[in-house]
């Protein structure tokens, strides 16, 4: 089964606007963490923000925020005033507490073109 | 602070010959992990070491792959009499130590096999 389902392949956003990138996770351990990661078109992967499953508060880090829904296990990433710079793919990825809290599990990635 | 050094960048194999690809790890990390990137999809987790030990090798295909991080010198993943399928990003990841919450993996720039 899919731990991370990523379901907009591709989306375009006005420069300056706000875009949410979706991701749902399926996990049946109660303590697992998120990440969002950016991969530019020069391939290297970039660590954006991070949301534990027992936090009580959405995290943010700059213009990224996670709109955490634990009950919907939904973990979307919004990235405010976009910026030519965030033209990407950004992967959302898990990692269970379990037995193996060292394993990421990815997503197939939403790529972000943004517009001037 | 130099990150995550992987290299070649670039690799191209023909069939039957053998890839090492090299990864050496942030200052004071000790933790490895390597991932492998198909096209058009995301990060699959294949193999995690620390120094000396293979903790978990469960996504690494049974043959023709291995890996080490010996006490001096970076990890190498190593694959044996490459074929077509194997052409992907190899990634390596590393970390100070293992199951922190909120700790994320820093990741290497990559490396791109191409197999002829």
């Known amino acids: 089964a899919q731990k991370i389902t990523q379901t907009q392949p591709g989306m375009f956003v006005q420069e300056k606007e706000a875009v949410t990138l979706d991701c749902t996770y399926d996990t049946s351990d109660p303590s697992y963490g998120l990440f969002w990661y950016k991969q530019p078109s020069s391939g290297e992967m970039i660590f954006l923000i991070y949301?534990?499953?027992?936090?009580?508060q959405n995290a943010t880090e700059g213009r990224y925020s996670l709109n955490f829904q634990k009950a919907r296990k939904s973990a979307n990433l919004v990235i405010s005033a976009s910026q030519l710079g965030d033209s990407a793919m950004y992967f959302c990825?898990?990692?269970?507490?379990?037995?193996?809290?060292?394993?990421?599990?990815f997503g197939a990635g939403t790529t972000v073109t943004v517009r001037a | 602070n130099a990150g995550v050094m992987q290299n070649p960048r670039h690799l191209v194999r023909r069939r039957g010959q053998e890839a090492r690809l090299r990864c050496s790890p942030m200052?004071?990390?000790?933790?490895v992990y390597w991932y492998r990137q198909l096209p058009e999809e995301g990060l699959k987790f294949m193999v995690y070491l620390q120094k000396e030990n293979i903790i978990d090798e469960s996504g690494m295909p049974k043959e023709r792959f291995s890996a080490e991080f010996p006490k001096e010198g970076p990890s190498i993943l190593r694959i044996q009499q490459v074929v077509r399928g194997d052409s992907a990003a190899y990634f390596c990841?590393?970390?100070?130590?293992?199951?922190?919450?909120?700790?994320?993996?820093?990741f290497g720039d990559g490396t791109r096999l191409s197999i002829l």
């Open positions: 990825a898990m990692r269970e507490r379990g037995q193996n809290d060292y394993k990421l599990s």
């Open positions: 200052k004071g990390h000790s933790h």
């Open positions: 990841a590393s970390s100070p130590n293992q199951g922190v919450p909120g700790q994320p993996q820093h």
């Open positions: 949301q534990g499953s027992y936090d009580q």
